[in-house]
């Protein structure tokens, strides 16, 4: 079955820098998806990647699925307290997009003002 | 309502008592999953509804869990005999099926077994 890994686990940036989150297959990513979860609340859609190579933004969060689709990163520019929580990226299972998507152990962003 | 509804929102049961959990999904959405997340943890697979194939169960830790779902609406989780372990923010969504597997999540159940 197929596997997410997450690095790193977890991260404690200074307001205004940049950070970058990866997430890892053991197959090949049919779709892949970043959330955003924060702390006490619950998960909210970022974006969605599914070709190689393809990259998508949204205000200051950048991620890209390499061309391979094994690995796809997540990318904040100028990071602000508003970007801190748990941000997790989730994949299909398969091609068919019929089946269920499974989750990485997600990373813990903390930004320090 | 617009988005994923989950009731109780706060669920506190002693050791041994059973509890049922609710998920109400986006009306139309023919999938639906839930989630068990333990505290400073990633989310943990339970079960998932598309339409009305046999659901997949593989996620379930043990038989003392168990889920239905009528039709596509609501759906409840249950756990029986709940152990200090089960304590957890049990967390629904549901997409629509086909054309986007984007998951809508509710805003989960914080299960407390004392």
């Known amino acids: 079955s197929q596997e997410l890994e997450q690095s790193p686990q977890s991260l404690i940036v200074q307001e205004g820098k940049n950070l970058t989150i990866n997430c890892t297959s053991s197959?090949?990513?049919?779709?892949l998806y970043w959330y955003k979860q924060k702390y006490g609340e619950g998960l909210i859609f970022l974006m969605m990647?599914?070709?190689?190579?393809e990259e998508k933004s949204h205000e200051k969060i950048t991620a890209k699925l390499d061309e391979k689709k094994q690995q796809s990163s997540l990318h904040i520019t100028a990071s602000q307290p508003s970007h801190a929580g748990i941000y997790l990226c989730?994949?299909?299972?398969?091609?068919?997009?019929?089946?269920?998507?499974?989750f990485g152990p997600g990373t813990s962003l903390s930004v320090i003002p | 309502g617009a988005g994923v509804s989950q009731s109780p929102s706060n669920k506190v049961t002693e050791k041994g008592k059973d509890v049922e959990l609710r998920c109400d999904p986006i009306s139309g959405h023919t999938a639906l999953y839930w989630y068990r997340q333990r505290l400073g943890q990633g989310l943990e697979f339970l079960i998932y509804?598309?339409?009305?194939?046999?659901?997949?169960k593989s996620g379930l830790p043990s038989d003392r869990f168990s889920a239905e779902r009528t039709g596509e609406s609501v759906s409840t989780l249950t756990i029986q005999r709940t152990q200090q372990e089960d304590s957890a923010v049990y967390l629904c969504a549901s997409s629509l099926i086909p054309g986007s597997n984007e998951q809508f999540f509710g805003p989960g159940t914080r299960l407390t077994v004392l």
């Open positions: 990647l599914q070709k190689g190579g």
């Open positions: 989730g994949a299909d299972e398969d091609e068919t997009s019929y089946d269920k998507v499974i």
């Open positions: 509804f598309q339409g009305n194939s046999a659901p997949d």
């Open positions: 197959k090949t990513l049919y779709g």
